[in-house]
């Protein structure tokens, strides 16, 4: 056993071996963030099997993978995920060599690029065979063993929608529900679904991809690349975060998250995409207040995250990806970031400064969808007299960290 490069994955706060025992199987993983994926979940203990089309490069990453950690442990089954029988097969094999499948990462893709008045319907299906037929397949043939044994993950894919990308993020969109209505369908039970997008990362597929898509948006390469600088990660990056929502699945069950995310639950400093900024030390009188000010914002937050749970499964859901989005990261990760706050507060010592106006902002946007929503004046003033309420603890709190 020979062991590459140290692992993004190592220096973040998961321990290793966390997954021992676990089998993850990862479509499309003969390279880009698919190898990485199945790397990252080899030193977290997992037996990964690699589906991947490709003969020659599932075989290579499974020997690769093999000498770096232990062969034992590595699968690789040469598989169509839009074929049935291929996926048939694949899960025979999967059985036969480890027992079990725990968790699925549905990373196999093909790109379309193109209008959607010239992308030839050829390739429309193409794009459909593997974006969604897929990740189906792999639903209705992986998921009831997972229910028998009361225990699994089921991920799929996602990506950002935009102009000339229809043939491709169409079935990628697609993707996200179907999560949702597995996760819907899964209520009660300890079986996992969500979604994942990798963010921009430069594999072999995304560069071929861009270099194409640029032009079509009218600028060059390096014009487009220096446009979405905030939203890159390296293949490597991206990989681990795939493998870390596995460890953090149920943190993240019928949500929509990022690779960025899943790092951020290993380690909540990790890069500063989501605004996270160091500031100074406050001064003693207006400690104990901004203190007082963080436990109130943390208390409401927890207290509104508790009642969503009590809500129908599909407003929940709704609610849930609505705060995430505008709020620019999940209630979870929102409430450690103010628990590491208080303890930041308490300790008088510099303090990390969370992007509180992100949250302001979501407090914003729930009174605007009050006054599209109530008919009635009475409750709807009721209802705007809480939201800014709320809002402005946020803000104070701000004002008294800054």
Known sequence: MTQANPLLIARLGISQDILKGETVLVTGAGGGIGYETA?????????????????????????????EF????????????????????????????????????NNATIAVLGTVKDVPIEKWDA??????????LMARTFLPGMLERNHGVFACVSSTGTAFLGGYETFKAAQVHLANTIDAELEGTRVIAYTIGPGLVP???????????APLMGMSLDEFYKLNQNAMLTIEE????????????????????????ALKAADINFGSSEGLTKAGKIAGGQLDLTRQLCERVHQTLKEQSEDWKRRS????????????????????E??????????????????????????AGYYNHLA???????????????????VYAWKEEVEQLSKSIN
């Open 238 to 261: 991206a990989g681990a975060g795939f493998a870390a929502s596995i460890v953090f699945a149920e943190k993240f069950r019928g949500q929509e998250i990022s690779s960025m995310q």
């Open 313 to 332: 499964i599909f407003e929940r859901q709704w609610v849930i990806r609505d705060f995430k989005k505008t709020a620019g990261m999940p209630v979870e």
């Open 127 to 136: 794009s459909y065979r593997v974006n969604l037929r897929g990740p189906v």
């Open 70 to 105: 232990d062969r034992e442990r590595v699968l690789f089954v040469h598989t169509d995920v839009g074929d049935e029988a291929s996926v048939q097969n694949l899960f025979k094999e999967s059985i036969l060599h480890f027992a079990k499948v725990d968790a699925v990462i």
């Open 368 to 386: 605007e969808l009050a006054k599209g929503y109530e008919k009635d004046p009475a409750k709807l003033e009721e209802n705007l007299r809480y």
């Open 39 to 67: 790397r990252a979940l080899l030193w977290l203990g997992a037996n990964v099997v690699i589906a991947e089309i490709n003969l020659e490069n599932g075989s290579r990453a499974a020997q690769t993978l093999g000498d």
């Open 334 to 359: 929102w409430l450690a970031v103010l628990t590491k706050l208080t303890g930041e507060l308490q300790a008088s010592g510099s303090i990390t400064r969370p992007p509180l106006e992100k949250l």
């Open 203 to 213: 594999t072999e597929t995304a560069s071929n991809a861009v270099a194409e898509l």
